[in-house]
């Protein structure tokens, strides 16, 4: 599945993706986004783990796995359009948002805003068909969640 998957992302005009493909594609977002910065440490993984049990209703277990199957491709797949197109290809636009939060609070997760990960959001963000004001009131919200 993730040498298929890879295919296709690679490919100059990849067919729609199924779901599971769009669940990876969102993983591997994930971990772009935390490893963007240079530290990609436990608070994010976690994180990465937590957003993925709630999103997905996955246990710890199966989230560990999609995560470690998301870091694989993430390390393969040089494109981050891709990973992008295959979700706002399956994810509806009224629940892309839900995704920016998610992504804010692996950016936020290690307690700081790093310019490269601020940089991945600008570029995420409008792809995803998110403006810059719903993404930083999105970034907001989970601010005021963190401890």
């Known amino acids: 599945m993730f040498e298929s998957l890879l295919r296709r992302l690679l490919a100059p005009g ?3 993706l199924p779901d599971p493909d769009a669940r990876l594609s969102l993983a591997a977002l994930l971990v772009r986004l935390a490893r963007s910065d240079g530290d990609y440490g436990p608070a ?3 994180r990465i783990d937590a957003v993925l049990c709630s999103r997905y209703g996955l246990s710890p277990f199966e989230a560990a796995r999609l995560r470690a199957e998301a870091e694989r491709l993430e390390a393969e797949a040089p494109d981050t ?5 295959a979700i706002k290809d399956h994810v509806p636009h009224e629940d892309r948002l839900g995704i920016i939060e998610a992504l804010w609070e692996v950016a936020l997760a290690d307690g700081r805003r790093d310019a490269e990960e601020n940089g991945l959001m600008r570029l ?3 792809l995803l068909g998110i403006d ?3 993404s930083a009131l999105a970034r907001q919200r989970v601010e005021a969640r963190l401890p």
Request: charged share 25%.
């Open 44 to 46: 994010e993984l976690a």
């Open 124 to 126: 995420v963000a409008p």
């Open 81 to 85: 359009v891709r990973f992008t197109r």
């Open 132 to 134: 810059d004001v719903a």
């Open 14 to 16: 990849p067919a729609p």
